[in-house]
T-cell receptor, first 114, second 118 residues
Framework: EAQVTQNPRYLITVTGKKLTVTCSQN?????MSWYRQDPGLGLRQIYY???????DKGDVPEGYKVSRKEKRNFPLILESPSPNQTSLYFC?????????????FGPGTRLLVL | AQKITQTQPGMFVQEKEAVTLDCTYD???????LFWYKQPSSGEMIFLIY??????QNATEGRYSLNFQKARKSANLVISASQLGDSAMYFC???????????????FGTGTRLTIIP
């Protein structure tokens, strides 16, 4: 089944404790992206990747890191999480970066930083 | 200025009735895509339907259709014969081309919460 998977789905952590949210897609998509969703602010892009080893900042990259060593995987790293990073996180992928390409989303990761 | 505007924060619709969710957009790119996503209470984002800026016909996918009026910059989602399972948050989103070359990210509206009443 074609899908985007994320792990973990739910995470409660404490301030400063490094964490990684994994994202994997099995559709051979070139473009991958991370979004966060917050009440009243909608979905905002954190980072994106055009292809392996090609990543760049989105609208809200502060406090996050990413890497794209393999085409299928695009992990999101929070080196020192803070409470303002409590959010619902989505990974998404599309065949390429074109405006006509549909982005398919993972199931989401709910993160609570205490 | 908002790139995607959804003016209906919430809607209540009787089961089996048709419902229209409004979406207007703002772009100067000639090439763009418009997308609708459904977010049920469980949280996942489910792709529903896509309309390209150069498409001559309105998109349809089962019970979903998109009323695309390019001159008015509107892309309203129409759900026919609504079902209880349609209760969810609905987001309109746009992916622009030339002005975002290299990162054609999705820009989302604030969403409409649709509740279907039995």
């Amino acid at each position: 089944e074609a899908q985007v998977t994320q792990n973990p789905r739910y995470l409660i952590t404490v301030t400063g404790k490094k964490l990684t949210v994994t994202c994997s897609q099995n559709m051979n998509h070139e473009y991958m992206s991370w979004y966060r969703q917050d009440p009243g602010l909608g979905l905002r892009q954190i980072y994106y990747s055009m292809n392996v080893e090609v990543t760049d900042k989105g609208d809200v990259p502060e406090g996050y890191k990413v890497s794209r060593k393999e085409k299928r995987n695009f992990p999101l790293i929070l080196e020192s999480p803070s409470p303002n990073q409590t959010s619902l996180y989505f990974c998404a992928s599309s065949p390429s970066a074109g405006p006509r390409e549909t982005q398919y989303f993972g199931p989401g990761t709910r993160l609570l930083v205490l | 200025a908002q790139k995607i505007t959804q003016t209906q924060p919430g809607m209540f619709v009787q089961e089996k009735e048709a419902v229209t969710l409004d979406c207007t957009y703002d772009t100067s790119d000639p090439s763009y895509g418009l997308f609708w996503y459904k977010q049920p209470s469980s949280g996942e984002m489910i792709f529903l339907i896509y309309q390209g800026s150069y498409d001559q016909q309105n998109a349809t996918e089962g019970r979903y259709s998109l009323n695309f009026q390019k001159a008015r910059k509107s892309a309203n989602l129409v759900i026919s014969a609504s079902q209880l399972g349609d209760s969810a948050m609905y987001f309109c989103a746009m992916r622009e081309g030339a002005s975002n070359f290299g990162n054609e990210k999705l820009t989302f509206g604030t969403g409409t919460r649709l509740t279907i009443i039995p």
